[in-house]
């Protein structure tokens, strides 16, 4: 019995690795399928990529950044194997930020924090209009070619979806994650 963990404890261990894995394969697979869903039906592309990077973040909320960033990378491989047109959006911005947001705010300081979410934001926003010019003017056609009122309303619109995600993430967490851990 020496240097043995007795069984009820490795039985333990090994059902709340098997919930981590398990929620990290659903919520992959919801991501995925949002995003297939943004290809099939164009005007929601944006909306359906970015509901899609919410399961990172539900991830982060419950078992931490690591499951969140593999549930990233997991669901970024396989949309742009999938739904290429749409994966893109994911890939670039919406995919890793919840991850990214959930470990700022860690710094519990919002005069640093939104510094930084604004200039994360706008490393994305700057990889789109200068490297992936398609991307954007398949999501926005009449603005792709105005910089200053996209880049404006770009980051209006980042605000607001910030703030909602964070709403979001603390119902999760104060309302649906007690549930969801008493079963």
């Known amino acids: 019995m020496y240097g043995r963990r007795p069984d009820s ?41 970015a509901v899609a990077g919410i399961a990172a973040a539900l991830l982060v909320a419950e078992y931490g950044p690591v499951s969140g960033l593999l549930c990233y990378a997991a669901s970024a491989v396989l949309s742009m194997l ?12 919406f995919g890793w930020y919840p991850v990214v947001k959930c470990l700022i705010e860690r710094i519990n300081r919002q005069i640093i924090e939104w510094p930084l979410k604004l200039a994360t934001f706008n490393a994305a926003f700057f990889v789109l209009w200068f490297f992936l010019p398609a991307v954007l ?18 980051n209006a619109a980042f605000v607001l979806f910030d703030i909602g995600l964070s709403q979001l993430l603390n119902y999760y967490i104060r309302v649906i994650l007690p549930k969801i851990r008493k079963k």
């Open 9 to 49: 404890v490795l039985l333990t261990s090994m059902n709340k690795k098997t919930k981590q894995m398990t929620a990290a394969a659903l919520m992959t697979a919801v991501a995925v399928a949002l995003i297939c869903l943004a290809q099939v039906v164009p005007t929601m592309k944006l909306s359906l990529t």
């Open 82 to 93: 999938l739904a290429p047109a749409s994966g893109w959006i994911y890939v670039v911005f």
């Open 137 to 154: 003017a398949d999501l926005i056609p009449k603005l792709a070619g105005v910089f200053w009122p996209l880049f404006l309303c770009a």
